[in-house]
């Protein structure tokens, strides 16, 4: 019988182990975010392939769900076509945000 008990808490133990953190995951902050967004606008236009294109733009909304307003989308926005009609790399600086 105290060998099953000892079993049954070697298994509590471990579940508790892979249950999640019940710590708050902090949000990164908003340059970065920013960044990011911008990163995945730009690479949603210069993608070679449009399942490329698709993944990019899913991954520019996880990245709004992450607490972005609408003005600070649109800046992001516009902060993306500007680098792609400035004619010089529009990836330049944003290698940093990953």
Do not use: H, Y
């Not at 008990?5 to 949000?27: C, G, H, W």
């Not at 680098?83 to 940093?96: T, V």
Request: aromatic share 4%; hydrophobic share 40%; proline share 5%.
């Amino acid at each position: 019988m105290s060998n099953e008990l000892n079993k049954q808490k070697r298994f509590k133990e471990i579940a508790d182990e892979l249950a999640p953190a019940s710590e708050t995951v902090n949000a990164p902050p908003k340059d970065e975010l920013l960044n990011k967004l911008t990163l995945a606008f730009v690479l949603t236009a210069i993608a070679p392939s449009k399942n490329q294109s698709i993944e990019a733009t899913k991954l520019a909304g996880e990245i709004i769900k992450m607490g972005l307003n609408a003005d600070e989308i649109e800046t992001c926005k516009r902060r993306a076509l500007g680098r792609l009609d400035s004619g010089s790399n529009p990836l330049a600086g944003l290698d940093k945000a990953f």
